[in-house]
């Protein structure tokens, strides 16, 4: 089924789904826009980036710089054109203590792509 004819609780459904087999990238690259743009609360390069290439480089930093031990994911929440998505990870980042580490992801839909993902970290 094409992502345009998709209800946005289809797409966060299947995008979710992905995101739960550890697909993560898959579920980025069959749902994003060209012109996708991701947002994190820290300041920085990386706080906002626009551009499947540009969210691409930031996942590799990411994964670069954090040994991911495991990931629980729950969802989707949708309202309307949005659905949240919450990833509570263990992790150990470059030169740190292993921790834990708990954010959702609110994701805009339009024309059956998602257009934009804004994080919000817990305490």
């Not at 069959?30 to 626009?50: A, H, L, Q, T, Y």
Request: net charge negative.
């Amino acid at each position: 089924m094409s992502t345009e004819t998709m209800s946005v609780q289809e797409i966060a459904t299947a995008f979710t789904a992905l995101c739960k087999e550890g697909k993560f990238e898959d579920a980025g690259h069959r749902f994003w826009s060209d012109d996708i743009v991701s947002c994190e609360p820290n300041p920085g390069d990386m706080s906002e980036v626009k551009g499947r290439a540009a969210v691409d480089a930031k996942g590799a930093w990411w994964y670069a710089n954090n040994e991911v031990h495991g990931v629980k994911v729950e969802g989707p929440y949708v309202h309307g054109h949005q659905f949240v998505v919450r990833f509570t990870m263990d992790i150990t980042p470059k030169g740190e203590a292993r921790a834990s580490f708990d954010e959702v992801g609110v994701y805009t839909v339009q024309a059956g792509k998602i257009v934009e993902e804004r994080f919000f970290y817990g305490s």
